[in-house]
């Protein structure tokens, strides 16, 4: 009977997809579930989760309903099973009455395969009604994080989605998220009345991304170089903190020839709509956002997700960082850090209404996105190692690449905690510094500064470097940015054992910021198979302008025709008939029907 379905699984999977094979725990959870089992799947995203409610939904009878919290996605993603062939449709606000009917006969009658709706709209005694007398398959409930309170995702009608249980105890229900916190697991497995669902946990790991943490010096020109050398030809997300900084943001990079949209939740509605719908359809975009921005965005596509500003916590910055390469090719993670976000975090945390019990919760997850910029290890491991899976060196990360040289740092760290033991723990990094410098300032005179011993015993070493040091000395837990209104610093009990002598200190060995190299592809980015040759390239920008064409007509995102692995599998494999194309993964059934004379046509036209 199992095997059964596994053949039948697969046998979806190659001809409405197009996929050759299932990846990770896809096929065991597909099995599970189209058993009519329960499951509760942590996948990271890119993973592949949509497959694992939706192959079930069309190996069972009845119809898929899947709980989704973003409105202004639900067209795209049924367009996208459209395209395949499935039958979709959504229930949302954004309908007239009539459609609304429309789709709600096809529900009852069990003549559509899955249709997607908002858990506020579920909620409704017309839509459970609707529920109770239509032939349902499954339930599968997406971005289940939604439920937990303490994320930022937060929709307080996720809570109520309990009730499916209670009103359909035999219809299997799914639960997937992409976050990686043991703390938010546990709710949604006991919140969703999941206890007993089989829980499928994938590896969080991210090969294809690769993370690189560089100094900010410039911030926006830094920025502006990563892309035009690294990634001129494509689409990214550049996350910032404020609004201001977002459109100030995308105005610069517009400017220098790079097309950039904003993105954040004090824009107009509309305004925010269009400019997500543009970044969805168009190749080489880049959103400049706040974090408002990004879940549920099934580009798979973004080949760079940049941020300017220091994320609050390892939880966002893998969260926002994901969103890039989820079709698997190899994309990048950029940031640009500096003293100042370490600053002005923790002044946002001390000046938050939060209670203390919740600041220290803040104050170490902070701690712990320090750790990870300034680590001498691999970044990937690092943050693996936060989520609990533990890993080697990845190859693929900036310290792996050109691993940061250690150096014993005792001394000029002893230089920097004692000026600030001198300076009575009152003032803040820049005095420190130049104090620690000898530089003749109008405070320094003022306090007669330049009257201590430490004045000046660090004229050898250039401020950028202080500062460098002083971020180190800030993870590694030595000093602390205080709370009050001049952010000066102070030090922990952990400094003293330094001061006295007791205690060496390991720091990276200062390197002026250098102009980002393109970088060599890696082993483990497996990007080898899908190197195009120059006249594979012409190819696959001709399969592009064809898309975007086709895309247009339809009114549809271009990776909705075909996404990019697909165009270059198939500038490298040149099908010159169907029957060649045919083999190429993320060519199925209908799609060979609606564009497979065109493709062919393209390629033999080429050859
Ligand atoms: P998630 O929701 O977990 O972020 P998606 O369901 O959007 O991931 O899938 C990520 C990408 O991987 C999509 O581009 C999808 O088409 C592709 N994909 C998923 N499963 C497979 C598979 N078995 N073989 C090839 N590609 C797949
Ligand atoms: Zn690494």
């Known amino acids: ?222 920025l502006l170089d990563f892309i035009s050398s690294e990634h001129p030809q494509d689409s990214g997300i550049v996350y910032c903190l404020s609004r201001k900084k977002v459109e100030e943001t995308a105005d610069f990079l517009n ?19 269009a400019n997500q719908s543009r970044f969805l359809r168009e190749d080489n975009i880049t959103m400049v956002a706040t974090i408002a921005f990004g879940m549920g965005i099934d580009k798979p596509d973004v080949r760079y997700v940049c941020h300017l500003d220091l994320p609050k916590s390892l939880e966002g910055y893998y969260q926002e960082t994901g969103r890039a390469g989820r079709d698997g090719l190899p994309a990048s993670a950029w940031m640009a850090y500096g003293l100042q976000d370490v600053v002005l975090q923790r002044r946002m945390i001390d000046e938050s209404e939060a209670d203390e019990t919740f600041k220290r919760v803040l104050s170490m997850k902070l701690d712990a996105m320090l750790g990870l910029c300034e680590t001498l290890s691999c970044r990937r491991m690092r943050l ?19 691993p940061p040289i250690q150096v014993d740092g005792t001394v000029p760290m002893q230089k920097l905690l004692s000026a600030i033991y001198r300076v009575d723990q009152r003032f803040a990094a820049g005095h420190v510094i130049d104090v620690l410098r000898g530089a003749q300032t109008e405070r320094i005179s003022q306090w007669h500064h330049d009257k201590l011993t430490v004045y000046g015993v660090g004229a050898d070493r250039s401020e950028q470097e202080w500062r460098a040091i002083v971020r180190q000395a800030i993870a590694l837990g030595f000093v602390t940015v205080d709370h009050d209104a001049f952010s000066s610093l102070k030090l922990t009990d952990a400094a003293r054992p330094v001061l006295k002598g007791e205690q060496k200190v390991q720091l990276r060995q200062y390197q002026k910021p250098v102009k980002a190299k393109r970088p060599s592809s890696s082993r483990s980015s497996g990007y080898e198979e899908l190197e195009l040759s120059r006249s594979e390239q012409q190819i696959f920008e001709r399969l592009r302008t064809w898309r975007m064409g086709t895309a247009r007509e339809h009114g ?19 099908p010159g008939s169907l029957d060649a194309l045919r083999g190429v993964s993320g060519v199925g059934e209908k799609k060979l029907v609606s564009y497979g004379d065109e493709i062919v046509a393209i390629i033999n036209e080429m050859m």
């Open 1 to 222: 009977m199992t095997s059964d379905i596994g053949a039948r699984a697969l046998h979806v999977l190659e001809t409405v997809f197009g996929y050759p094979a299932f990846r990770g725990q896809q096929a065991e959870i597909v099995e599970h579930v189209a058993s009519g089992g329960d499951a509760l799947v942590l996948m990271p995203t890119g993973g592949g989760k949509s497959l694992c409610y939706q192959i079930p939904a069309l190996l069972r009878d009845g119809v898929g309903v899947v709980v989704s919290p973003l409105i202004a996605l639900m067209q795209d993603q049924v367009d996208a099973l459209e395209e395949v062939g499935v039958r979709a449709a959504f229930l949302n606000s954004t309908q007239s009455f009539e459609e609304t009917l429309r789709i709600e006969r096809l529900v009852r009658s069990g003549e559509i395969d899955l249709v997607y709706v908002a858990p506020e709209r579920l909620l409704t005694q017309r839509c459970l009604e609707l529920f109770d007398a239509s032939p349902i398959s499954l339930f599968a409930i997406d971005e289940a994080h939604c439920v937990s309170q303490w994320g930022h995702d937060f929709r307080p009608e996720y809570i109520r989605l309990s009730v499916l249980h209670e009103r359909y105890p035999t219809i299997p229900r799914i639960a997937l998220t992409a976050t990686a916190d043991q703390q938010t697991r546990e709710e949604i497995a006991h919140r969703l009345q999941l206890d007993d669902a089989r829980k499928f946990v994938s590896s969080f790991d991210r090969p294809n991304i690769r993370y690189s943490i560089v100094e900010k010096t410039t911030g926006r020109k830094q």
């Open 255 to 273: 400017e220098h020839g790079i097309k950039a949209l904003p993105y954040h939740a004090g824009m107009e509605y509309s305004v925010r709509a």
């Open 384 to 402: 693996l190692d936060y989520f609990g899976e533990r890993s080697g060196p990845c190859g693929n990360c900036d310290t792996c690449l050109i």
């Open 556 to 574: 549809v995102p271009a990776y909705v025709v075909f996404q990019d692995a697909t165009l270059r599998e198939i500038a490298k494999v040149k």
